[in-house]
């Protein structure tokens, strides 16, 4: 069963390893999905009536965390709604997920643990807060996502859909492979033996990190 997570189809990945579609080719599609996105630190599938609390550094711009922003139903400032003409997506700051004041500044706040907390029907307005918080839809239509509605198109960038395929398939093969033992070979010999820096081998794949470079979100923390 897809998950609107998945970065790319189940069938995909069979293709390219030449057998067919299971129930563990799905699960693998799963969890190289989850990889990817942790790895590029950010939730990759569309969400709508996303409602966040963003950090405010005193500045024009105020980052989200589901790029690319499709469109903001609102943002409040100190519990008070901001009027929609002040404030602006345009081009590159969608994709990025930033949203711009176009004048002044977003207020400055300390907010522990900022993120996505719920969706549009948590939402049971002002609530005295004094920080900030936005409604928006934003990511991107998943593979996952397209298996669950056809009536839906794929956004997903096709270097995400790729690097998520590479990923499943590497773990695929890489069943009973002890990643602590590391082979090489020259001509007919062979010789293998213990890696100590593979404890922390990432499960995504060098050629999938580098089509996922540009999509790696690095946050102020």
């Known amino acids: ?71 903001v139903s609102g943002v409040w400032e100190g519990g008070s709604q901001v009027p929609a003409e002040e404030y602006e997506l345009a081009g590159g700051l969608a994709e990025s997920g930033m949203l711009r004041r176009r004048r002044g500044v977003w207020q400055a706040t300390v907010r522990a643990g900022s993120g996505v907390t719920g969706m549009l029907g948590d939402f049971h307005g002002d609530g005295g807060e004094d920080g900030l918080r936005v409604v928006y839809d934003g990511g991107y239509v998943t593979p996952g996502q397209r298996a669950l509605d056809g009536s839906l198109a794929v956004t997903l960038p096709e270097d995400v859909q790729e690097a998520a395929v590479l990923t499943a398939v590497q773990l695929y093969r890489s069943r009973g492979v002890d990643a602590m033992v590391a ?11 213990f890696a100590a820096k593979a404890e922390g081998k990432s499960p995504i794949p060098g050629a999938a990190q580098a089509l996922l470079a540009h999509y790696a979100l690095h946050r102020v923390s």
């Open 1 to 71: 069963m897809p998950s609107a997570a998945d970065l790319c189809l189940a069938s995909t990945v069979a293709d390219d390893l030449g057998i067919p579609v299971s129930p563990r080719v799905e699960v693998l599609v799963t969890a190289a999905s989850r990889a990817v996105a942790g790895y590029c630190g950010r939730v990759f599938e569309r969400g709508l009536g996303l409602v966040e609390y963003p950090t405010g550094y005193g500045r024009p711009l105020l980052l989200l965390e589901r790029p690319p922003v499709l469109a």
């Open 183 to 193: 082979s090489e070979s020259i001509g007919d010999w062979s010789v293998s033996y």
